[in-house]
């Protein structure tokens, strides 16, 4: 399985699927292309150290969203190198109708919540200032609905008396670093990932 990773910041989640590719734990999936909408993103620095090709899109002319000339240079990049899976990790950006209609069914997110409690922006700080006393993240297919596609898997993190943002924040992305690479794994192979 030909996996694309599309981020926006430091990579934390696409080097947790590199390194387990790596340790041979990410089954028949292999990363073929690192993609950023930020040419100073972190991840793409990770691309050298993997050899896995990175490349910047330039996502102009919108700022919070993929449209119109933006989004025709990310699908025409990202359909070059024929992909099975796009993982979206850390991409800050909405996708709309045009890329998730080339990519229908191709395209999985990463949310520090558990889905559908605290979708959209500062899931961890949405959870933590709420009181909850469980969330953690969610995996799921990407649809034009913000966080709203079928789940795939969640990993529960509990929110401790004791824990500040800083440390809910810090298990929260300790949780995504194992259910990412393992939720990319078990779609390599077929499987319901949730199974």
């Not at 709309?96 to 605290?118: C, D, Q, R, T, Y």
């Not at 009181?131 to 401790?160: M, N, S, W, Y």
Request: net charge positive; charged share 20%; hydrophobic share 45%.
């Amino acid at each position: 399985m030909r996996v694309v990773i599309l981020g926006s910041g430091r990579g934390s989640n696409a080097e947790a699927i590199l390194q387990a590719e790596k340790a041979g734990r990410l089954g028949q999936a292999r990363v073929v292309a690192l993609f950023s909408d930020r040419a100073d993103a972190g991840m793409l620095a990770l691309g050298p150290r993997f050899g896995v090709p990175a490349h910047f899109i330039d996502p102009a002319p919108f700022k919070t969203k993929l449209d119109g000339e933006g989004e025709a240079r990310a699908i025409a990049a990202i359909s070059a190198v024929h992909p099975d899976l796009i993982v979206l990790a850390g991409f800050m950006r909405v996708l709309k109708p045009g890329f998730l209609n080339a990519f229908a069914g191709k395209v999985i997110n990463l949310h520090p919540s558990l889905l559908p409690s605290f979708p959209g922006l500062d899931g961890i700080g949405q959870a933590f200032r709420r009181g909850v006393k469980i969330t953690g993240c969610t995996v799921h297919f990407v649809t034009p609905e913000v966080d709203g596609g079928p789940i795939l898997d969640q990993a529960a993190v509990r929110i401790e008396p004791h824990d500040t943002l800083e440390s809910l924040a810090t298990k929260i992305h300790a949780a995504e670093h194992e259910l990412l690479p393992a939720t990319v794994a078990r779609l390599s192979g077929g499987r319901n990932p949730g199974a």
